[in-house]
């Protein structure tokens, strides 16, 4: 997968937005991507090298994903009870891949819904 391919699905899932909020802190050195629903953050990446995806997960499902593959690892700046890195083009599929940013955006979107009620 590349890196048109992967932020074309990220935006078709309905009312994602995209931005580079981290500029600042990088002083340069690279530019994040950051994916949105609901305005808060469900996945991201680095434009510069598209190595690995950074994604938010149940912290269940996240410690089976890391036992069964060696691409899932810890995140880029973010909360290692949370989120996990994937390396992209390793041994987690593309449609692997999807499901898990489709199950983050939904751990998002629902999490942000329910607590609007």
């Known amino acids: ?3 048109e391919e992967f932020r074309e699905y ?3 899932l ?3 937005t995209e931005a580079t909020p981290f500029e600042k802190f990088t002083r340069g050195r690279y530019t ?3 994916f949105y629903v609901a305005g808060h953050m469900f996945c991201y990446f680095n434009i510069d090298d598209f ?3 950074t994604i938010k997960c149940e912290p269940s499902l996240m410690a089976e994903l890391k036992e069964q593959y060696q691409a899932v690892g810890e995140p880029f700046n973010g909360d ?3 989120w996990m890195s994937v390396e992209v083009n390793h041994d987690v599929d593309d449609c692997k891949l999807l499901e898990l940013v489709r199950n983050s955006y939904d751990l998002v979107k629902n999490n942000k819904s ?3 009620k």
Do not use: D, E
């Open 10 to 12: 990220c935006l078709s």
């Open 114 to 116: 329910s607590s609007k």
């Open 32 to 34: 994040i991507l950051v």
């Open 51 to 53: 190595k690995a995806v």
């Open 80 to 82: 290692k009870r949370y």
């Open 14 to 16: 309905p009312g994602v």
């Open 1 to 3: 997968m590349n890196i």
